[in-house]
């Protein structure tokens, strides 16, 4: 019989012929509702997976509300700040700066302008990692800052991400360092 194969037929050898041939050529799938649902799944999951990483409502802002900053004694470096507000430092004597950061997402905290070293400098610029497994959780950056001369200064730190050039910092930590 004229057209039977492995077609099975004239007809069904024509079709199976035409469309693979179609799809050598390299026309596009019509998309399929199976398809888009396969394409949409990990787009809707994503949020889902995501909702653990938050921080239990806690925010660095209502730190930063408070507008002083709360220190305390700290290991080897001096008194620590963790929200914007006054450092006291004697000459030599040195504070940290510790906000919350999270440079996977590409921020990080840096200085508005240059450090004025005529009162301060700054030594040291970290980050320690969050204490848990949880992928995308904050951390925390830790600026230490030294005492060079008896005076006051103001630290302007902006959370940027340094390769955006024109772009508004996504928050501001003020501190009055005043040393002694």
Not at 2 to 12: E, I, N, T
Not at 64 to 69: E, F, I, L, R, W
Not at 98 to 118: C, F, I, R, V
């Amino acid at each position: 019989m004229a057209g039977s194969g492995p077609g099975g037929g004239y007809r069904s050898g024509m079709a199976s012929n035409h469309v693979r041939s179609a799809r050598r050529a390299g026309s596009p799938r019509r998309p399929t509702r199976r398809r888009i649902g396969l394409l949409l799944l990990p787009v809707l999951a994503v949020p889902v997976l995501l909702g653990g990483c938050g921080d239990g409502g806690s925010s660095k802002d209502s730190a930063n509300d408070a507008g002083t900053s709360t220190t305390a004694p700290s290991g080897g470096d001096g008194p620590t700040a963790t929200a914007p507000g006054p450092v006291q430092l004697k000459v030599g004597g040195r504070a940290t700066i510790e906000l919350e950061a999270n440079p996977s997402t590409g921020y990080q905290w840096e200085p508005a302008a240059a450090p004025d070293t005529a009162v301060y400098r700054i030594v040291s610029d970290t980050y320690r990692a969050p204490d848990t497994s949880r992928v995308g959780a904050a951390g925390t950056q830790l600026i230490v800052v030294e005492g060079v001369a008896p005076g006051t200064a103001t630290l302007t730190l902006d959370y940027v991400r340094p390769w955006e050039d024109g772009v508004a910092p996504a928050e501001t930590a003020e501190f009055a360092i005043t040393v002694s």
